[in-house]
């Protein structure tokens, strides 16, 4: 579920280059956080994707 909802978040901070999206988790012990911004808008989006492919 988180997951999937990070990945639309990610998806919205590609497409949104003027805003920060920040994603909290305080479900278990150890809390945790993931800042998404990317300046560079979709052409960020496809050096992700092109990093994502060579993995």
Sequence with gaps: MIEKLSEKLRE??????KISIL???FREDKPW??????EG????????????KKQ
């Design 12 to 17: 919205l901070a590609f497409l949104n280059s």
């Design 23 to 25: 994603l909290q988790d």
């Design 33 to 38: 956080e993931k800042m998404m911004s990317y």
């Design 41 to 52: 808008g979709l052409k960020e989006f496809v050096k992700y994707l092109d990093q994502s």
